[in-house]
Structures are given as structure tokens and as C-alpha cells.
């Protein structure tokens, strides 16, 4: 068998959400390819983020303050070195981006206009228009990025799998585009393809999201980090959408209450910070009102009101798209898969066990996230380890000789991928048990001795297997079967090798 392979001198970033355009940004003066599955701006979650950056921006805060509520929010399992680098680096990256045009929202005296959210000790995450940080910030990136000389961009292209020597040194990609493939061979691989939303049958994420560069990167060997936990919006809104539109939990942070169909309010009695507990809590309380019949509501009237067009003009709209008037009534809402803390396992400059591989973005596992990001830490993350897992790449100059027969990412048809987001939102969800997760992995079994190792399946499978394997609750991982916090803190790091997946010490 030959492998026609093109000989890239540069850094390939596959992706291209916040986290690969910062890569690709900062990797100057080295050339680079940025490969994405869909026109710049579209099918990523950066875009979608609705409440902004979180950083240590004013006189009251400090770098210090925002590291530990990242520590507390991971419960246990966050870096501690990592959340202080977050922390210490993430006003330098939202002025960063300031300089290349994104338009943060502003006070008069011209400082950034903060909101608080859920979990921060106070007012930190600097937004844009009220509630459209995501979409502003990218169409900044994106504007820098197709003016960048060192930059190309090919649109359109999918991962199917990564290209190893014979030490397993990382030496390029695979790729397919409407039935063609073909093979890039370059120094350096940054993995920026997102997280696994489209693997749950409700997300707030695009679809398109399934999880492919985990995938590629357990296949090549590399490690993966906390693969089960998975992060629940507690506030999706609730109208049956697919993806459901977010209903941005800066609402709450300025006031905005949970209640139930009779109007109870019902995060009082569960937490001391009531609607501004942290998201795990709050999403399994909306989960268990909607479960026992009771439905619920977010409720803006009093503390947003007339205001809510200019406040939070992207909810308001999708309340308006499905007949609701955010003004006068409550807002339905529910939980739905929004981010997975766990990735591929990466150092403080993104590079993976694997030489030649990086990580950036939600697909990686900096060790920042624990078992629950703290919210508005996912685009800063994406920028700050974004800028130097591009730099740490442009630094790579030679590339290994790709071996033939390389594992390779199948298909899997639309009629499964259904019966796959079925059973990991049941099984996989906001609450899990043994049955249920023991159920998903033979389902997931079953589908890969029909299709071969594609992309969600092993995405699920590594979530699956290592949701069953973690006997306890912790952060957003909660087990009815065993609802107890372990006493002692411990990551999960696993290897997928011949198909089987292994554990290696934490
Ligand atoms: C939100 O606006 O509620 C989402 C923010 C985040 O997930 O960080």
C-alpha cells in the first residue's frame, strides 16, 4: 500500500475555534495550515459563548483570587500550577485580543465593563454587547487570521487520523474532504478540534462536535485526562431545540431566579449562593424539579425586565424565535451537555505525551478544568494555552517519515450516531449509575464491531468506561450509586492501546 503524503514546513493546526487561531496567531513567523472542518467562525463553541472571559481585570480582584475559585470549582481535581498560570496570564490575553479588535463592553472611565457569574468570588468575566462574547471575539480572530501572511487556511477538511513514525513520533494528518482524503506531513501537530456536545442528544455546542481529535489522539497513543467529566449547563432553554440555546448564567449573576411551575423558588434550600452555586449543583437541582414534574424557570423579570433586549440581545432573540417574551414571563430552561473538562493530556505549553503532538482548547486536558470548570474559564483557557502551545510548536522543525497503516477513524452512519447521543444523554448525563453507564458501553461495543473505531465511539467509550470506573460523586460526575465525595482527590489518566484501555498512575 502507498501513502501519497504532502511535506508541510510549519505547524498544522486541525481546528479552528479560539484556541487553534490563537495557536495559529502566535506561532509567527512560522508558517502554518489551519484545517477546519467548516468555514472559519462555524462549528465551533467559541462562537456560541454567550457570558465572555473571565480574568483578574479590576483594582479589587487579583490573579490569586481567580485561581482559587478555579481550584474550588474543580473540586479537587484542578492543577494547581496551571489555574495560577490561567489566572496570572488571562488579563495579558483578554488585552491581547482587546488588540486585535475584540470589542469588549467598556465602563465610562474605560476599563472592562465586568460581569459576575456563577462560583466567582466576584465580578471578573469582561463580555461583549451584553451577551455575545463568542461571536465577537472570533469574528476579531478570524478577521487577523485571514490577513495573517504565515497563515493558510483549507475549509472543509476532517480528521481521520494522525500520522506516526516508528518511535510514534506525531509527523502529520490525515484528512477527507466530500470523499477525498489525502495525507499533510509536518514538524508539529496542534489538536484544536473542540469537545464531544454532539455526542449528547441535547448540547448547547454545535453537532458537529463528536470529539474526532480525542479520538485520533487515544488511537496515536497519547494520554487521555478525565475523560467523564462533562459539564451540564444547568440553563439550556427548554423549547426542544438541537442544539438548545444557552440562556447565559450571567442573567443570574444579575439576579435572575430558578423556579418551578408553582413559582417555588428552589436553589435557596440547596445552597448557600442559591442561583450562583456552582453549575453541578445547580444543574442537578433543575434536573431533579423537572424530573419530579415541577418544570423549570428562570425568572428575569424583576432583575432584568424591560432591559432585556439591549442586556442579553442573543437570549432574547432565541426566547423570541420560540414565543417567548423574556420580559413578562418566565423562561423555560433545562440542562444540556456544554463542556468536557477532560482531553488530551498536554504540559503548560500544550505539548502531549506524543512528540510532535500539541492540544489546545477544549479538546485538551491543561489540568484547569477538575471535575467542573468554573464558568467563562473556557475561552480564556483557550487563549492563554492557545498562545503558547502555537509558540511551543513554531519552535518543532523536524518531521519524522510516516509509517504505513497507521490506525485510521471510520465512519459511523447518521442512524447510529442518533442511537449513540440517545444513550449518553440517558446514560451519560447529569446523573449516572452502573446500570446505565454499563448499558452505554455495550452499546458502544456493539456499534464498533459493526463500524470500526470512529470518533464518537471511542469518545463515548472513554467517557463511558471511566464514568463507571470513578465510584463516587465529584464536581460534575454524580453517581446515585455511590453519591459520596471519595476523601482523596484523584485524576483519571488512561492510554487506549490495541483497543484496550489502560490506566496508568495519576
Ligand atoms: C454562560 O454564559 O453561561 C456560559 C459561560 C461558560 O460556559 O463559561
Redesign the pocket.
Known amino acids: 500500500m502507498t501513502m501519497d503524503v504532502i511535506d508541510f514546513d510549519g505547524v498544522l493546526v486541525i481546528g479552528a475555534g479560539l484556541a487553534g487561531l490563537s495557536a495559529a496567531l502566535s506561532a509567527a513567523p512560522r508558517r502554518v495550515c489551519v484545517l477546519a472542518s467548516a468555514p472559519l467562525g462555524d462549528g465551533c463553541s467559541s462562537a456560541w459563548?454567550?457570558?465572555g472571559m473571565a480574568a483578574a481585570l479590576s483594582d479589587a480582584d487579583t490573579p490569586a483570587l481567580h485561581a482559587a475559585d478555579t481550584l474550588a470549582a474543580g473540586a479537587g481535581l484542578v492543577d494547581a500550577g496551571r489555574a495560577g498560570l490561567l489566572a496570572s496570564e488571562g488579563p495579558a490575553a483578554v488585552r491581547w485580543l482587546a488588540g486585535l479588535g475584540a470589542p469588549f463592553d467598556r465602563n465610562a472611565d474605560g476599563g472592562f465593563a465586568l460581569s459576575r457569574?456563577a462560583a466567582h468570588g466576584q465580578a471578573r468575566v469582561a463580555r461583549v454587547g451584553g451577551d455575545a462574547a463568542g461571536r465577537a471575539i472570533m469574528d476579531a480572530v478570524i478577521r487577523q487570521v485571514r490577513m495573517a501572511s504565515h497563515i493558510e487556511v483549507r475549509e472543509g477538511w476532517s480528521l481521520r487520523g494522525l500520522l506516526q513514525d516508528a518511535t510514534g513520533r506525531v509527523c502529520g494528518v490525515r484528512l477527507a474532504k466530500a470523499g477525498e482524503t489525502c495525507a499533510l506531513r509536518a514538524p508539529a501537530v496542534i489538536l484544536a478540534t473542540g469537545g464531544i456536545g454532539g455526542l449528547y442528544a441535547g448540547a448547547s455546542t454545535p453537532r458537529t462536535l463528536l470529539g474526532e481529535g480525542l479520538a485520533a489522539a487515544a488511537l496515536a497513543g497519547a494520554v487521555i485526562a478525565d475523560p467523564e467529566f462533562v459539564q451540564f449547563?444547568p440553563t439550556a432553554l427548554d423549547v426542544g431545540r438541537d442544539p438548545a440555546p444557552?440562556v447565559?448564567?450571567?442573567l443570574r449573576g444579575e439576579g435572575a431566579i430558578l423556579v418551578n411551575r408553582d413559582g417555588q423558588r428552589f436553589m435557596t434550600g440547596l445552597h448557600p449562593d442559591a442561583e450562583l452555586a456552582p453549575r453541578d449543583i445547580v444543574a442537578r437541582a433543575i434536573h431533579a424539579e423537572r424530573e419530579a414534574g415541577r418544570g423549570a424557570f428562570l425568572d428575569a423579570r424583576k432583575a432584568v425586565g424591560a432591559h432585556f433586549p439591549e442586556a442579553f440581545p442573543t437570549v432574547y432573540a432565541a426566547c423570541r424565535d420560540a414565543g417567548i417574551d423574556p420580559r413578562i414571563e418566565p423562561i423555560p430552561v433545562a440542562p444540556a451537555c456544554?463542556?468536557h473538562m477532560g482531553g488530551i493530556l498536554t504540559d503548560a505549553d500544550g505539548a502531549t505525551r506524543l512528540p510532535g503532538l500539541f492540544a489546545a482548547g477544549e479538546c485538551a486536558s491543561t489540568g484547569v478544568h477538575g471535575a467542573n470548570r468554573l464558568?467563562?474559564?473556557?475561552l480564556l483557557e483557550a487563549a492563554v494555552f492557545g498562545i503558547r502551545a502555537g509558540r511551543a510548536a513554531a519552535r518543532r522543525t523536524l518531521a519524522g517519515r510516516p509509517l504505513l497503516g497507521t490506525p485510521e477513524l471510520s465512519a459511523l452512519p447518521e442512524a447510529d450516531l442518533s442511537r449513540l447521543r440517545s444513550a449518553m444523554s440517558r446514560d451519560a448525563g447529569v446523573i449516572r449509575d452502573a446500570a446505565g453507564l454499563s448499558r452505554l458501553l455495550d452499546l458502544t461495543e456493539v456499534l464498533t464491531q459493526a463500524h470500526g473505531p470512529s470518533g464518537p465511539l471511542i469518545a463515548a467509550r472513554l467517557t463511558a468506561a471511566c464514568a463507571l470506573e470513578r465510584q463516587e460523586s465529584r464536581g460534575a460526575h454524580y453517581r446515585s450509586d455511590y453519591p459520596e465525595m471519595a476523601p482523596e482527590a484523584q485524576r483519571t489518566l488512561v492510554t487506549l492501546e490495541a483497543g484496550t484501555l489502560s490506566r496508568m498512575a495519576a
Request: glycine content about 6%; overall charge negative.
Open positions: 459563548a454567550q457570558g457569574e449547563h444557552l447565559t448564567e450571567a456544554h463542556y464558568a467563562s474559564n473556557s
